[in-house]
């Protein structure tokens, strides 16, 4: 079992950066790939970005060049660095972790909030 704690969300001005950070806790071993998914109000639940243990990374096509996904496989975090955030970013950020030995079972963290707004 992998527990999972998301911190870094807030209200942030358009233009403005915020960093996401999620930490696994739970048998190192068993977590492979990791990444956050966003949903907005009325919308599906969707890829932001993830990041493989050996530092693969894919990014949806909307937050290229703005955000940055890394990992710590020690420490089994990984963090979102999002920079020039725009209205339509506002969503429910979720950490989610795929198993390195189980798959496909994975873990989700409970949402932290990131408001883009004025």
């Known amino acids: 079992q992998v527990h999972i704690v998301e911190s870094g969300g807030g209200l942030v001005p358009p233009g403005g950066s915020l960093r996401l950070s999620c930490s696994a806790s739970?048998?190192?071993?068993?977590?492979?790939?990791m990444g956050w998914y966003r949903q907005a109000p009325g919308q599906e639940r969707k890829l932001v970005a993830r990041i493989s243990r050996a530092g693969t990374t894919n990014y949806h096509y909307s937050v290229k060049g703005r955000f940055t996904i890394s990992r710590d496989n020690a420490n089994n975090t990984v963090h979102l660095q999002m920079n020039n955030l725009k209205s339509e970013d506002t969503a429910v950020y979720y950490c989610?972790?795929?198993?390195?030995?189980?798959?496909?079972?994975?873990?989700w963290g409970r949402g932290t909030q990131v408001t883009v707004s004025s």
């Open positions: 739970g048998d190192g071993d068993s977590i492979g790939t």
């Open positions: 989610h972790v795929l198993s390195a030995v189980n798959y496909p079972e994975d873990w």
